[in-house]
Protein backbone atom coordinates (compact mmCIF):
# COMPACT_ATOMS: atom_id res chain seq x y z
CA UNK A 1 0.00 0.00 0.00
CA UNK A 2 2.45 2.35 -0.90
CA UNK A 3 1.63 6.03 -2.96
CA UNK A 4 4.46 7.98 -4.86
CA UNK A 5 4.47 11.47 -3.81
CA UNK A 6 0.68 12.91 -4.37
CA UNK A 7 1.45 16.63 -4.65
CA UNK A 8 -0.62 19.38 -6.26
CA UNK A 9 -4.02 17.82 -6.09
CA UNK A 10 -7.38 19.54 -5.45
CA UNK A 11 -10.56 18.60 -4.28
CA UNK A 12 -12.11 21.84 -2.74
CA UNK A 13 -15.82 20.69 -2.22
CA UNK A 14 -14.81 17.22 -0.52
CA UNK A 15 -12.28 15.21 1.81
CA UNK A 16 -8.55 14.14 1.14
CA UNK A 17 -7.39 15.84 -1.57
CA UNK A 18 -4.50 13.23 -2.41
CA UNK A 19 -5.28 10.35 -0.69
CA UNK A 20 -8.95 9.13 0.64
CA UNK A 21 -9.02 5.45 2.03
CA UNK A 22 -11.36 3.44 3.86
CA UNK A 23 -10.65 -0.34 5.47
CA UNK A 24 -8.10 -1.74 7.98
CA UNK A 25 -4.60 -1.44 8.75
CA UNK A 26 -4.03 1.20 5.89
CA UNK A 27 -0.03 2.16 5.64
CA UNK A 28 1.26 4.74 3.78
CA UNK A 29 5.10 5.19 4.11
CA UNK A 30 7.61 6.99 2.62
CA UNK A 31 5.84 9.10 0.32
CA UNK A 32 5.55 13.43 0.33
CA UNK A 33 2.70 15.19 0.55
CA UNK A 34 2.48 18.81 -0.82
CA UNK A 35 0.70 21.84 -2.54
CA UNK A 36 -2.92 19.99 -1.50
CA UNK A 37 -5.88 21.27 -0.97
CA UNK A 38 -9.49 19.98 0.01
CA UNK A 39 -12.08 20.55 2.79
CA UNK A 40 -10.71 18.30 5.19
CA UNK A 41 -7.67 16.40 5.14
CA UNK A 42 -6.01 18.01 2.44
CA UNK A 43 -2.97 15.29 1.99
CA UNK A 44 -4.96 12.13 3.67
CA UNK A 45 -8.31 11.22 4.89
CA UNK A 46 -8.85 7.93 6.17
CA UNK A 47 -12.25 7.09 7.30
CA UNK A 48 -14.76 9.32 7.29
CA UNK A 49 -15.55 9.67 3.81
CA UNK A 50 -19.39 9.57 3.16
CA UNK A 51 -19.46 8.71 -0.02
CA UNK A 52 -23.15 8.05 -1.41
CA UNK A 53 -22.26 4.28 -2.33
CA UNK A 54 -21.64 3.26 1.07
CA UNK A 55 -23.85 3.23 3.88
CA UNK A 56 -22.78 5.89 6.64
CA UNK A 57 -19.82 7.07 7.57
CA UNK A 58 -16.67 4.97 6.75
CA UNK A 59 -14.01 4.30 9.19
CA UNK A 60 -10.31 3.60 8.70
CA UNK A 61 -8.99 1.01 11.53
CA UNK A 62 -5.40 0.74 12.52
CA UNK A 63 -4.09 3.44 10.25
CA UNK A 64 -0.10 4.13 9.75
CA UNK A 65 1.94 6.66 8.11
CA UNK A 66 5.11 6.23 8.39
CA UNK A 67 8.36 7.92 7.17
CA UNK A 68 6.69 10.54 5.38
CA UNK A 69 7.18 14.26 4.66
CA UNK A 70 4.04 16.20 4.35
CA UNK A 71 3.77 20.39 4.07
CA UNK A 72 2.12 23.28 2.36
CA UNK A 73 -1.28 21.50 2.41
CA UNK A 74 -4.67 23.42 2.52
CA UNK A 75 -8.05 22.50 4.32
CA UNK A 76 -10.61 24.62 4.15
CA UNK A 77 -11.79 22.99 7.51
CA UNK A 78 -10.17 20.54 9.43
CA UNK A 79 -7.26 18.25 9.00
CA UNK A 80 -4.71 20.62 7.37
CA UNK A 81 -2.75 17.61 6.44
CA UNK A 82 -4.26 14.35 7.77
CA UNK A 83 -7.80 13.29 9.01
CA UNK A 84 -8.30 10.38 10.42
CA UNK A 85 -11.83 8.40 11.52
CA UNK A 86 -11.57 4.97 12.81
CA UNK A 87 -10.00 3.27 16.06
CA UNK A 88 -6.07 3.73 16.51
CA UNK A 89 -3.67 5.71 14.76
CA UNK A 90 0.10 5.53 14.73
CA UNK A 91 2.51 8.24 12.64
CA UNK A 92 6.01 7.61 12.93
CA UNK A 93 9.25 9.47 11.79
CA UNK A 94 6.97 12.04 10.08
CA UNK A 95 7.24 15.67 9.27
CA UNK A 96 4.42 18.55 8.99
CA UNK A 97 5.76 21.99 8.06
CA UNK A 98 3.34 24.40 7.07
CA UNK A 99 -0.17 23.19 6.94
CA UNK A 100 -3.13 24.66 7.74
CA UNK A 101 -6.40 23.95 9.09
CA UNK A 102 -8.65 27.76 7.84
CA UNK A 103 -11.70 27.28 9.38
CA UNK A 104 -11.43 24.09 11.60
CA UNK A 105 -9.09 22.34 14.31
CA UNK A 106 -5.63 20.58 13.20
CA UNK A 107 -3.72 22.38 11.24
CA UNK A 108 -1.76 19.47 10.80
CA UNK A 109 -3.68 16.16 12.14
CA UNK A 110 -7.03 15.91 13.05
CA UNK A 111 -8.23 12.94 15.21
CA UNK A 112 -11.95 12.30 15.41
CA UNK A 113 -13.72 11.50 18.30
CA UNK A 114 -13.91 7.65 17.16
CA UNK A 115 -10.57 6.97 17.70
CA UNK A 116 -9.35 4.92 20.80
CA UNK A 117 -5.75 5.31 20.74
CA UNK A 118 -3.22 7.35 18.74
CA UNK A 119 0.11 7.38 18.99
CA UNK A 120 3.09 10.21 17.62
CA UNK A 121 6.00 8.51 17.77
CA UNK A 122 9.71 9.70 16.74
CA UNK A 123 8.94 12.52 14.90
CA UNK A 124 12.07 14.24 15.51
CA UNK A 125 14.33 16.62 14.22
CA UNK A 126 11.50 18.75 12.30
CA UNK A 127 8.88 17.51 13.62
CA UNK A 128 5.75 19.78 13.24
CA UNK A 129 6.76 23.07 12.33
CA UNK A 130 4.67 26.10 11.35
CA UNK A 131 1.20 24.31 11.12
CA UNK A 132 -1.64 26.69 11.29
CA UNK A 133 -5.47 25.93 12.66
CA UNK A 134 -7.86 28.28 12.28
CA UNK A 135 -9.95 27.45 15.52
CA UNK A 136 -7.98 24.86 17.65
CA UNK A 137 -4.92 22.56 17.70
CA UNK A 138 -2.00 24.32 15.82
CA UNK A 139 -0.56 20.89 15.05
CA UNK A 140 -2.35 18.53 16.30
CA UNK A 141 -5.93 18.05 17.47
CA UNK A 142 -7.40 15.09 18.64
CA UNK A 143 -10.96 13.65 20.63
CA UNK A 144 -9.45 10.07 21.67
CA UNK A 145 -9.41 7.97 25.25
CA UNK A 146 -5.59 7.70 24.56
CA UNK A 147 -2.64 9.84 23.41
CA UNK A 148 0.56 9.17 23.51
CA UNK A 149 3.31 11.38 22.30
CA UNK A 150 7.10 10.41 22.14
CA UNK A 151 9.76 11.59 19.93
CA UNK A 152 11.69 8.24 20.55
CA UNK A 153 14.86 8.17 20.20
CA UNK A 154 14.78 11.58 18.48
CA UNK A 155 13.54 15.11 20.38
CA UNK A 156 10.39 15.31 19.13
CA UNK A 157 9.56 19.07 18.66
CA UNK A 158 6.65 21.52 18.09
CA UNK A 159 7.45 24.96 16.52
CA UNK A 160 5.93 28.18 15.63
CA UNK A 161 2.44 26.21 15.16
CA UNK A 162 -0.26 28.50 15.64
CA UNK A 163 -3.96 28.11 16.74
CA UNK A 164 -6.96 30.86 16.84
CA UNK A 165 -8.57 29.50 20.19
CA UNK A 166 -6.66 27.37 21.88
CA UNK A 167 -3.95 24.35 21.81
CA UNK A 168 -1.83 26.30 19.80
CA UNK A 169 0.50 22.68 19.79
CA UNK A 170 -1.81 20.65 20.60
CA UNK A 171 -5.39 20.43 21.64
CA UNK A 172 -7.18 16.89 23.64
CA UNK A 173 -9.94 15.97 24.72
CA UNK A 174 -10.02 12.58 25.91
CA UNK A 175 -8.89 10.54 29.02
CA UNK A 176 -5.11 9.54 28.89
CA UNK A 177 -2.26 11.91 27.98
CA UNK A 178 1.44 11.24 27.65
CA UNK A 179 3.56 13.42 26.27
CA UNK A 180 7.44 13.94 25.47
CA UNK A 181 9.12 16.48 23.28
CA UNK A 182 10.03 20.44 23.04
CA UNK A 183 7.86 23.26 22.56
CA UNK A 184 9.09 26.62 21.18
CA UNK A 185 7.84 29.43 19.86
CA UNK A 186 4.24 28.48 19.46
CA UNK A 187 1.14 31.08 19.36
CA UNK A 188 -0.67 31.98 21.39
CA UNK A 189 1.90 30.65 23.99
CA UNK A 190 -0.53 30.86 27.50
CA UNK A 191 -2.07 28.16 25.41
CA UNK A 192 0.30 25.61 24.09
CA UNK A 193 -1.51 22.76 25.44
CA UNK A 194 -5.24 22.69 26.04
CA UNK A 195 -6.29 19.13 27.46
CA UNK A 196 -10.16 18.69 28.15
CA UNK A 197 -11.72 15.76 30.57
CA UNK A 198 -8.32 14.52 31.29
CA UNK A 199 -8.04 12.14 33.96
CA UNK A 200 -4.48 10.31 33.39
CA UNK A 201 -2.22 13.26 32.54
CA UNK A 202 1.73 12.79 32.46
CA UNK A 203 4.38 14.41 30.68
CA UNK A 204 7.93 14.20 31.33
CA UNK A 205 10.90 15.25 29.22
CA UNK A 206 9.23 17.74 28.43
CA UNK A 207 10.94 21.44 27.63
CA UNK A 208 9.57 25.11 28.18
CA UNK A 209 5.93 24.24 27.57
CA UNK A 210 2.03 25.51 28.63
CA UNK A 211 -0.40 23.74 29.81
CA UNK A 212 -3.99 24.72 30.37
CA UNK A 213 -6.55 21.63 31.44
CA UNK A 214 -10.40 21.12 32.53
CA UNK A 215 -12.18 18.80 34.64
CA UNK A 216 -8.92 16.82 35.39
CA UNK A 217 -7.23 15.21 38.23
CA UNK A 218 -4.19 13.10 38.59
CA UNK A 219 -2.33 15.89 36.62
CA UNK A 220 1.37 14.76 37.71
CA UNK A 221 3.33 17.47 35.65
CA UNK A 222 7.27 16.89 34.01
CA UNK A 223 9.33 19.35 33.34
CA UNK A 224 7.23 22.59 32.47
CA UNK A 225 6.41 26.62 32.38
CA UNK A 226 3.38 27.89 33.06
CA UNK A 227 4.57 31.18 32.64
Not at 23 to 42: H, L, P, R, V
Not at 63 to 68: E, K, V
Not at 100 to 128: L, M, P, R, W
Not at 163 to 175: E, K, L, V
Request: aromatic residues 14%.
Amino acid sequence: NRIKSPRNSSYIGGEGGAVGAAGDSINIKNCTFYYNIASKGAAIMIGGLPYPYMEGTTYGNNANISDCYIYNNIATQEGGAVHITGNNASFQNSVFINNTAKNGDGGAIYISDSVEYIQVHGCGGEGFINNTAGNRGGAIFSHSNIFYFDGGNNDQKYINNNATNGGSAIYYIGDNFILKGTFINNVPWYHEINITEGYNIYWGDVENFTVSWHEGDNVIPGVYDCK
